[in-house]
C-alpha cells in the first residue's frame, strides 16, 4: 500500500480508504447501495487492514447512523490500528436544529458519531455540505474546539464550491483557528468539473484531496457498455439516483479506451479508473466501495502499478470536458 500526507498536516494515509456508505443498508436511498451487516462489516474490515488500507470512511447520515455503529463493532478491539473519518451536517432528525453546522448542531453531531462509533476521537471530521445559515465563523470556531477537546484530530469540508473553501480557510488564519487540510469531493473520470477550480485553489492552498465515488456513481464498474442489457449492480437497483447526468454516449466513449487500457494492463476497467485518479494532482486519498469481500480485494488491487503517460492521455482526451464560463477563458 502507498502513502501519503493527509492535505497539509503531518498524518499519513493510505492512498485507499474503504468507505461505509454500504453498511446498514437501513432506509430506502442506502438499501440500495448495500446491506453489509456487522458480521460481513467484520471480515471486509479485517482485509482492509491485511492490505494496509487502515483507513476507514463514514458519516452520520448513512442509515441515519447505523453505519457508524456497524463500523464502530467492526472496529472493536482494532481501534488502534485504524483510522476513521466521519462526516455531520446533513438531517438527523425533525427538528429545527437537527441539521447544519452551527455549533449546537456540531458538537452534538460529532459527540454522537463518537458513542456510535464506541471511540473516544475521530481521526477526521468532515464538514458534509455548504450551510447557508451559519456564520463560517461559528462552524469553524466550533470546529477548533472539537479539535481542542481531543475529540477530532483533522478536520475537512466536502462538497463546498471553491469560494467557500477559500473563505474558511481565509477565516480559520484571520482567527488562529483549526484549517480544514483536505477536500472530500467527487472526481472521476466522468465527472473531471473538480479540475475547473477546486483543483487549482487546492494545489494554492496545499489542501489534499479525498476522492468519493471514484467510479463515477457505479458508472465505471465495467458493467455498463455500448450495446449491451444493463447488468445486476448498484445501477439496475437504482443506485445513480441523485448523481451526476452522464449522457450515454459520452460514458460509452470513455468505457471504450478504458476497455482498451485495461487490456493492453491486464487490469480491470475500475482498477484503470482508479489508479488514473491516483496519478491526478491533489489526490491524496480514493475512496473505495464494495458490497463483498470479491470486491473489496479487486479495488485494493487498484494500487502498486501505474499507467503509461500515453495511457493517461487517451484517458484523459477520450474523457475531456468543455469548462462551462469562467473556466475556459485562459491567458494568452
Known amino acids: 500500500m502507498e502513502y501519503r500526507q493527509l492535505g497539509h498536516s503531518g498524518l499519513r494515509i493510505p492512498v485507499l480508504s474503504y468507505g461505509t456508505a454500504t453498511f446498514g443498508g437501513t432506509n430506502d436511498f442506502f438499501k440500495k447501495w448495500g446491506q453489509i451487516d456487522i458480521q460481513e462489516a467484520s471480515r471486509l474490515a479485517d482485509i482492509c487492514l491485511e492490505y ?20 464502530g463493532a467492526a472496529l472493536k478491539g482494532k481501534r488502534d490500528r485504524a483510522l476513521i473519518s466521519t462526516k455531520g451536517t446533513f438531517a438527523m432528525g425533525d427538528g429545527p436544529n437537527d441539521k447544519g453546522a452551527s455549533r449546537y448542531h456540531l458538537i452534538k453531531a460529532c459527540e454522537a458519531s463518537l458513542r456510535r462509533l464506541g471511540t473516544d476521537y475521530i481521526d477526521v471530521y468532515f464538514i458534509h455540505g455548504y450551510d447557508p445559515f451559519t456564520p463560517m465563523e461559528e462552524t469553524l470556531a466550533a470546529l477548533d474546539n ?27 488564519e484571520k482567527y488562529g483557528l483549526a484549517r480544514y487540510v483536505i477536500y472530500q469531493g467527487y472526481y472521476s473520470l466522468i465527472g473531471r468539473e473538480y479540475e475547473w477550480e477546486l483543483m487549482p485553489l487546492a494545489q494554492d492552498q496545499n489542501v489534499g484531496l479525498m476522492v468519493w465515488s471514484p467510479l463515477g456513481w457505479g458508472r465505471l464498474t465495467g458493467k455498463l457498455r455500448r450495446g449491451q442489457p ?18 450515454d454516449e459520452y460514458l460509452y466513449t470513455v468505457v471504450d479506451v478504458l476497455d482498451e487500457v485495461a487490456a493492453e494492463t491486464g ?15 491533489t489526490v491524496s486519498n480514493v475512496v473505495i466501495g464494495a458490497r463483498n469481500e470479491q470486491q473489496l480485494i479487486h479495488n485494493l488491487e487498484s494500487v502498486g ?25 485562459k491567458m494568452r
Open 52 to 71: 494496509g488500507a487502515n483507513f476507514f470512511d463514514t458519516a452520520d447520515v448513512y442509515s441515519q447512523g447505523d453505519s457508524e455503529q456497524i463500523l
Open 146 to 172: 472539537l479539535v481542542s477537546s481531543g475529540k477530532v484530530r483533522y478536520i475537512g469540508c466536502s462538497n463546498f464550491t471553491g469560494w467557500q473553501v477559500m473563505k474558511s480557510l481565509a477565516i480559520a
Open 230 to 247: 444493463l447488468q445486476e449492480g448498484r445501477i439496475q437497483n437504482g443506485g445513480a439516483a441523485n448523481g451526476p447526468e452522464v449522457s
Open 267 to 281: 487490469k480491470s476497467v475500475p482498477q484503470v479508473a482508479i489508479n488514473w485518479l491516483l496519478q491526478r494532482p
Open 305 to 329: 502499478w501505474n499507467l503509461t503517460t500515453t495511457q493517461i492521455e487517451r484517458l484523459e482526451k477520450a474523457s475531456a470536458q468543455k469548462p462551462v464560463y469562467p473556466y475556459w477563458v
